[in-house]
């Protein structure tokens, strides 16, 4: 959520694998726990995960937002990092201003610093390796952390020496830190905003300079009102990524209707659609991506916070996307401002609507061979998720 498929998924039917997998039983519990209040071993998908849509501005440690704050002498309304959590997250469905005024609170302290950004991204790293995710691709705008080469320079900062392109730099730096230390793969996305469509071109040139170093695609993120029509120069963004061969997923269908998903994947060529809810409004494009077997990046706990859709889980439209055995994936999106986690997300879905632990298997499957990567690296993450899921068959007599 920001103010934010590539071939079809490998089936169970696979002679290489084995078709039988176990399932979970629904507990049934109701209500939205928080992370505190989850017991640590209520983990109901104890295997390697793949997540696709998270965004690294909203999965900040709150603890490093008081020691860069200190480190800068930058006043904070609060003095204990969980004063500063209170501050921060949504506890009840707000509405998208509502969800969006919670950036300003925190922001401001890391746009702008080197050695916090690149800390954000290593930690970020650890906290998705925690959650047993073998393989994320993270998402972010260059130009909200940045301080010069933007205009207009964010958060009410000054100007200073801190450009959208090194930020990709030290964030890439931060990344492959975390991944040496922590065993996990990583990459990122960059987004475009809606709202700010002179900084598109710029993102995919970001992208296409980066694209050997840990950049994998490109994002519109934001007011789903702002269209291409009246905004073109994001399609000539888009169209320049498709020209590069940059691939492309669009925040779409969260609040907005199902006309922006169609826009999504006709206009702008996205492979992938974030979010991607309220294609369920047009059957006739809901059908028509499901045959296509485009891939939908769901994030449950986010879209009841944000009111994007109903807070009764047992209605949400994932529920449709997995009866119809659509291609998605499960992700946080926001996880600081949701006071959340994959393993949160996991639960709700199991709980309240009855996944299984081989629909989870499914989706990670779908994940991954919806991943952005190199094909070669797709394999070998592939092949990674059929070895932990016991689903390669020995060859052995």
């Not at 769901?298 to 009866?323: N, Q, V, W, Y």
């Amino acid at each position: 959520m920001h103010i934010t498929a590539r071939r079809a998924a490998i089936g169970f039917g696979s002679p290489l694998l084995i078709s039988s997998v176990r399932t979970s039983r629904p507990t049934g519990c109701c209500g939205l726990p928080t992370m505190a209040e989850r017991c640590p071993h209520s983990e109901v998908f104890n295997k390697p995960k793949i997540e696709l849509h998270v965004h690294l501005d909203g999965a900040i440690r709150v603890q490093t937002i008081l020691d860069v704050a200190k480190r800068r002498g930058i006043p904070l309304p609060a003095n204990t990092a969980e004063e500063m959590k209170e501050m921060i997250i949504l506890h009840e469905p707000a509405t998208l201003t509502g969800f969006l005024q919670k950036f300003n609170e925190y922001m401001h302290v890391i746009a702008g610093d080197r050695e916090a950004i690149k800390r954000i991204a290593y930690e970020f790293v650890e906290d998705k390796a925690k959650e047993g995710v073998i393989y994320v691709e993270v998402r972010y705008s260059p130009h909200l952390l940045a301080n010069c080469d933007v205009e207009p320079i964010p958060w009410n900062q000054k100007k200073g020496d801190l450009s959208p392109k090194e930020v990709v730099r030290l964030v890439n730096e931060g990344l492959s830190d975390g991944e040496r230390a922590f065993n996990i793969k990583a990459r990122s996305i960059l987004c475009c905003m809606r709202h700010m469509p002179s900084w598109s071109m710029k993102v995919v040139e970001l992208c296409k300079l980066y694209r050997n170093d840990g950049v994998v695609a490109i994002d519109l993120a934001g007011d789903e009102s702002m269209n291409c029509e009246a905004y073109p120069d994001h399609k000539r963004a888009y169209e320049e990524a498709v020209r590069c061969g940059i691939h492309r997923t669009v925040h779409a269908g969260e609040v907005g209707p199902a006309s922006v998903v169609k826009e999504a994947v006709e206009e702008l060529k996205a492979e992938r659609v974030g979010h991607g809810y309220r294609t369920l409004e047009d059957q006739a494009l809901y059908r028509k991506l499901l045959d296509q077997k485009m891939h939908f990046e769901m994030c449950p706990i986010s879209s009841k916070l944000t009111g994007a859709c109903s807070s009764d889980f047992t209605r949400h439209p994932i529920i449709k996307f997995r009866e119809d055995k659509a291609n998605y994936s499960l992700n946080t999106d926001d996880p600081l401002i949701f006071n959340s986690n994959l393993l949160l997300d996991y639960s709700t879905v199991h709980e309240h609507m009855g996944f299984t632990e081989e629909e989870f298997k499914r989706l990670n499957i779908n994940s991954a061979e919806s991943s952005f990567l190199p094909e070669k690296e797709k394999k070998e993450l592939l092949h990674k998720l059929y070895e932990a899921y016991g689903m390669i068959q020995s060859t052995a007599f």
